[in-house]
């Protein structure tokens, strides 16, 4: 495995050798190394990348403190078979300040209601390793489903060569997703996150019972919550085709949420498919 800092000696390793390429922001865990085990399987050179983005975060959000764990996760990543982490510092993917911004559709939803210019970063972010990486195959988790949605718009709008796969969101055994973030916190924060868990799963039993009103079920939902402490920036039913409220006769919906526990902010989701009739 090759640890690379810059674009010129990346290139130069790849020589046009199309990878199977897994973009991270670090720290990794189980699930970003599930991430990875999906891209070995595509028989394909290995890049990982990891850059803490300062585009995809906001004012007073956790760009500073975002951990950095270089070492540790290069020790992670060997025994996967990765062949190149690719590890730039700010200044060799930003030499200058980026003037130009990929402007995705639904920003101003779900996440992008909350966290305005996240997901202009965030593509931006991803357009240019993909131009650097000129990856044959990139793996994104579910778990960031407006991201994914996203990434995968991009990629058609754009006509870019990727195949995009989709990994399966991995969790703790009491139900909770991992992430970064669940490191921030504190012992008694980290026994309530399971609760956003287990209200998708919950608001999920409810349509799969018959449930239809929406609007109550997630209003329902976030004051569950709320009721446990929580700041709920949203709970919301929407189509897995559009990401938007689902149509009537939709059945292949997906429940996501983002709420915070004292000053850390979490999401998830969880999928449905809804028998006969839909909605
Ligand atoms: O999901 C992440 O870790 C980041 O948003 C990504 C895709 C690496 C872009 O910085």
């Given at each position: 495995?090759?640890?690379?800092?810059?674009?010129?000696?990346?290139?130069?390793?790849?020589?046009?050798?199309?990878?199977?390429?897994?973009?991270?922001?670090?720290?990794?865990?189980?699930?970003?190394?599930?991430?990875?085990?999906?891209?070995?399987?595509?028989?394909?050179p290995v890049v990982v990348s990891i850059f803490v983005n300062p585009l995809q975060f906001g004012p007073g959000e956790d760009f500073e403190r975002y951990p950095r764990t270089l070492e540790a996760d290069c020790a992670l990543l060997e025994p996967l078979g990765v062949d190149y982490v690719f590890a730039p510092a700010v200044d060799e993917l930003y030499p200058q300040p980026q003037r130009f911004r990929v402007e995705p559709p639904l920003a101003d939803e779900l996440c992008g209601?909350?966290?305005?210019?996240?997901?202009?970063?965030?593509?931006?972010?991803?357009?240019?390793?993909?131009?650097?990486?000129?990856?044959?195959?990139?793996?994104?988790?579910?778990?960031?489903?407006?991201?994914?949605?996203?990434?995968?718009?991009?990629?058609?709008?754009?006509?870019?060569?990727?195949?995009?796969?989709?990994?399966?969101?991995?969790?703790?055994?009491?139900?909770?997703?991992?992430?970064?973030?669940?490191?921030?916190?504190?012992?008694?924060?980290?026994?309530?996150?399971?609760?956003?868990?287990?209200?998708?799963?919950?608001?999920?039993?409810?349509?799969?019972?018959?449930?239809?009103?929406?609007?109550?079920?997630?209003?329902?939902?976030?004051?569950?919550?709320?009721?446990?402490?929580?700041?709920?920036?949203?709970?919301?039913?929407?189509?897995?085709?559009?990401?938007?409220?689902?149509?009537?006769?939709?059945?292949?919906?997906?429940?996501?949420?983002?709420?915070?526990?004292?000053?850390?902010?979490?999401?998830?989701?969880?999928?449905?498919?809804?028998?006969?009739?839909?909605?």
């Amino acid at each position: 495995m090759r640890l690379i800092h810059t674009i010129t000696e990346l290139r130069r390793a790849l020589a046009g050798a199309g990878a199977a390429f897994v973009p991270t922001m670090g720290n990794l865990h189980a699930g970003h190394l599930a991430l990875v085990e999906q891209a070995g399987r595509a028989g394909r050179p290995v890049v990982v990348s990891i850059f803490v983005n300062p585009l995809q975060f906001g004012p007073g959000e956790d760009f500073e403190r975002y951990p950095r764990t270089l070492e540790a996760d290069c020790a992670l990543l060997e025994p996967l078979g990765v062949d190149y982490v690719f590890a730039p510092a700010v200044d060799e993917l930003y030499p200058q300040p980026q003037r130009f911004r990929v402007e995705p559709p639904l920003a101003d939803e779900l996440c992008g209601a909350h966290r305005p210019g996240h997901f202009a970063g965030v593509c931006t972010v991803v357009l240019k390793l993909f131009n650097i990486v000129q990856p044959h195959v990139a793996v994104f988790g579910k778990k960031d489903y407006q991201q994914l949605y996203l990434i995968r718009a991009m990629v058609r709008e754009f006509n870019l060569p990727i195949a995009i796969l989709a990994g399966e969101t991995v969790r703790a055994a009491d139900g909770l997703a991992l992430s970064s973030r669940n490191g921030y916190l504190t012992p008694e924060e980290r026994a309530e996150a399971p609760r956003l868990y287990r209200t998708l799963l919950t608001l999920r039993e409810r349509l799969a019972a018959g449930a239809r009103d929406l609007a109550t079920l997630e209003a329902e939902a976030a004051a569950a919550l709320t009721a446990h402490g929580w700041q709920v920036d949203y709970v919301s039913v929407r189509s897995q085709a559009t990401l938007l409220a689902p149509k009537p006769n939709e059945r292949a919906l997906v429940v996501l949420a983002a709420a915070r526990l004292g000053a850390t902010r979490l999401i998830d989701n969880v999928e449905v498919e809804l028998s006969e009739p839909g909605l």
